[in-house]
DNA sequence: TGCTTAGTTGTCATATATGATAACCGATTC
DNA sequence: GAATCGGTTATCATATATGACAACTAAGCA
């Protein structure tokens, strides 16, 4: 499996909880201390999150962060 | 939950299924093409490691990242 | 029209992960 | 003792994530 869609599909599991919470990129980038921009690229599958960042990321949503990365 | 507590956990959990399956850090690390050394450093919980890390760590292992970021 | 909100994208500085090499330690084996 | 093996650690160059800021688009609304 490539990176890009590895990173796809975790930006899109972000996405779709932030949604289903009904919180804004600009929120939830509050909420883990960095700037709407770069969730913005998160959720876009642009990075290559680290343990921490999906950690910060999962504490927000208020999910573990083995519902962002359960694929395969 | 502090990060070097989180890169603990990890890294012990990957040591632990490692020693499972009864391969060195040598052996892994080369499954997932970097050295030993670094190898040491992640189960040492020394770094963060990236989604792609985890990612490339866990399909040699054989397990899904879930098993390696199952917590809290 | 003008204003606000949500999201995207470009760029920047800084920190750090990655990947490599080498030196080292402890245990084991010849 | 010497050699090997598994692991640790120091250091390095390079790539890239992070975090910040600004400019932009598009949509919705007064």
């Known amino acids: 499996m490539k990176k ?3 990173q796809q599909i975790v930006g899109n599991r972000i ?3 932030r949604e ?3 919180i ?3 929120v939830l980038a509050a909420m883990c201390n960095f700037e ?3 969730m913005s ?5 642009k990075t290559n999150p680290t343990l921490m960042t999906l950690h910060k990321i999962s504490q927000a949503l208020e ?3 083995t519902d962002l ?3 395969e």
Chains 1, 2 share one sequence.
């Open 4 to 6: 890009e869609q590895i």
């Open 15 to 17: 996405r779709s909880l």
């Open 20 to 22: 289903s919470k009904g």
């Open 24 to 26: 804004s990129q600009q």
């Open 36 to 38: 709407k921009g770069n």
């Open 41 to 45: 690229r998160i959720e876009a599958g």
């Open 63 to 65: 999910i573990k962060i």
């Open 69 to 71: 990365v359960d694929f």
